[in-house]
């Protein structure tokens, strides 16, 4: 089956650290690059950073709002990317997605990070 | 960054309606412009990539049409499974950047 499966959510204390994964199957996954969307709760959707393919040098852009705290790798041998959020504010709680392009035309379920003390 | 406007922000109508629901970005971004729909509790759905381009699955009473600055999302003949949010997204350049939004409800 094509999918992507998001996990690592949770409840973190603000200034502290999570790690997020998103599982990859049914497609070529190391010829993909992946996005990480984020919505709080009520809101709209904010584009979090992407990594794209060791073809292209496996290179990361992430949004003013996470960059210098959160970093965003891969591991094509497990089809599976990965997003460390470091000193985590109140304002990134939200349900964490990932995507894949070319196409946008696959998410995963989401997961959950709430910041919080 | 380019900011993308969605309108109407919401909307009301009924079963059967068409329903209009616009874009416009504050540069142009050629045709790299996508629709999504999104329900409650579920990950956005792919509905429109490059701007008019039906993804696989999804019925013909949607489509989408532009290209610069203006886009469009039609629902030719609302259909009950079709009220939820919609969203434009332009994906031309870094970073990407989605529209506010535009909740189609139940009139």
């Known amino acids: 089956e094509v999918q992507l499966v998001e996990s690592g959510g949770g409840l973190v204390q603000p200034g502290g650290s999570l790690k997020l994964s998103c599982a990859a199957s049914?497609?070529?996954?190391?010829?993909?690059?992946i996005h990480w969307v984020r919505q709080a709760s009520g809101k709209g959707l904010e584009w979090v950073g992407r990594i794209r393919s060791k073809a292209d040098s496996y290179a990361t852009a992430y949004a003013a709002s996470v960059k210098d705290r959160f970093t965003i790798s891969r591991d094509d041998s497990k089809n599976t990317a990965y997003l460390q959020m470091n000193s985590l504010k109140t304002e990134d709680t939200a349900v964490y997605y990932c995507t894949r392009h070319p196409g946008f035309d696959l998410w995963g379920r989401g997961t959950l990070v709430t910041v919080s003390s | 960054d380019i900011q993308m406007t969605q309108s109407p922000s919401s909307l009301s109508a009924s079963v059967g309606d068409r329903v209009t629901i616009t874009c416009r970005a504050s540069q142009s971004i050629s045709s790299y412009l996508n629709w999504y729909q999104q329900k409650p509790g579920k990950a956005p759905k792919l509905l429109i990539h490059a701007a008019s381009s039906l993804q696989s699955g999804v019925p013909s009473r949607f489509s989408g049409s532009g290209s610069g600055t203006d886009f469009t999302l039609i629902i030719s003949s609302l259909q009950p499974e079709d009220f939820a949010i919609y969203y434009c997204?332009?994906?031309?350049?870094?970073?990407?950047?989605f529209g506010g939004g535009t909740k189609v409800e139940i009139k």
């Open positions: 997204q332009q994906s031309y350049n870094i970073p990407l950047t």
């Open positions: 049914g497609f070529s996954f190391s010829g993909s690059t």
